[in-house]
């Protein structure tokens, strides 16, 4: 990765000390990172390229918010805090969480809103993710599923919850998804009000 300081976001010009190779100004291949806080705040222009990993398919979720923290730190910052409960350690969603799913719901993006609102509108009612993307519109499938799921997850960790929805890999192949009854009365009026 090779960086490059600018400032507001503008494009580099011909008079900052910057080697004309390391930038590639095209849209798929970089970004601009805010760094610091304050008058120490700068931009940087990352230098982005494809990497391709495999991912146990149930994990997923897992791998795209360790990945989107990761991403969103600094990299000498552990993804995961130590410490901090996995999962199964997390209450599950009850009737009782009611101002705990509006704050979550508030901090989902428009496409886990729509994917939840299948979910909420079909209370246990089984979704492939393939079926899911299409519905909802996101790219990539069941894969552009798990991605959308990975922010959620990590909004319902932070209130102490575990992740909302149910899934399950039917005769070992891919997963469906759901939301129990209970889990889509509490999301319905998170959404509803």
Known sequence: MRLAKITKATSPTDDEDIPTETLHTSPERSTVLRVGHG???MELLVMMIDV???VPEERVPEFYAMFATWLSGSPDVSPVPIGDPSPEEKAPWTAEDVELARLVWKKFSDPAKGLFSILIDSPETSFS???LAQRVGIPNGK???AGVLAWPGRHSFAVGRTWPWSWSYPDGGNAVYWLTDEVAALFRQARDQ
């Open 143 to 145: 894969h552009g599923v």
């Open 39 to 41: 008058a120490s705040r």
């Open 129 to 131: 993710g393939d079926e």
């Open 52 to 54: 391709t990993v495999k």
